[in-house]
């Protein structure tokens, strides 16, 4: 089943299942900016309010969790201690809910600049600051703690380059499928920057798929480049 919001209506849930679609809930705010599930509930960011949705006997019920200056752009992450960060780049604006009590706080750290939007990684909140190449992260494993000198700089920007690397794969896996019928009539070659190649990201993803059948090109030549 894939839960979408129904286009019909903003405000409504729709589980999509392979023989249709069935109404799954219907909020009272409108419209539905991002979801996000965690330890058994949904939780909704739907107008200026953030709900909370949760299996019943027969059904589902929803909570409010409370109000939020958030709107478009919204992205959620979530953390080992139980916390959920919404950000809004939009309004430059996040929020921290505490799932163990439900309490929803706006992050007012003045070493909170804003982000475009909030990531997890290593028990860390992830956040770029606005107008810059600059992210800095919160504390650990405390979306609402940061500490000014926690930031660092991405210079050449590589994910977003290297979204080329899946898109060269599959069209030379396409090619193996419908055209050339053999691997070695095809050689794919991608150019990296070195701040891209270090172990994950998109770079690591993508070659971990190397040897799976359905996504295998039969090798690629990669070229390394200094891009600093």
Known sequence: MFLEVDSSEENKLTLYRVDGKKDFIELPKSPIYNMAEFRGALYVVAGDSIYKIIQTVGGYSYSLIGTA?????????????????????????????????????????????????????????????????????????????????????????????????????GISRAKVDHVLENESQICPVLIHGDAAVAGQGIVYETIQMAQLDGYRAGGTIHIVVNNN
């Open 69 to 169: 200056d958030l709107m478009l752009n919204v992205t959620i992450a979530a953390n080992n201690a139980g916390q959920l960060c919404f950000n809004s780049s939009y309004t430059q604006k996040a929020y921290v809910l505490d799932t163990n009590t439900d309490a929803l706080t706006q992050i007012t750290d003045p070493a909170f600049y804003g982000s475009p939007r909030v990531d997890y990684l290593d028990g860390y909140g992830v956040f770029v600051k606005p107008n810059s190449q600059q992210f800095y992260i919160s504390a650990l494993n405390n979306f609402s703690s940061f500490d000014a000198l926690d930031f660092a700089s991405d210079e050449a920007d590589p994910d977003n380059l290297e979204a080329v690397n899946t898109v060269v794969e």
